[in-house]
């Protein structure tokens, strides 16, 4: 499944985020990182599921 997640840099949508690749999803992250840091990411950025 593809699935969106609005927020994915925050500390909740970071781990959701995290949640759903393990689960073998696909994974769209949009923040505009007014609260939200890019160094939630890191970790998953190259996943290949990840935009």
């Known amino acids: 499944m593809r699935v969106l997640v609005s927020g ?13 690749l ?3 999803h696909q994974v769209v992250c949009l923040d505009n990182l007014s609260t ?4 939630n990411l890191e970790a998953f950025e190259d996943h ?3 935009e």
């Open 8 to 20: 994915g840099a925050g500390f909740i949508g970071s781990h959701l985020c995290e949640r759903l």
């Open 22 to 24: 393990k689960e073998g």
């Open 36 to 39: 939200g840091e890019r160094n």
């Open 48 to 50: 290949a599921g990840f």
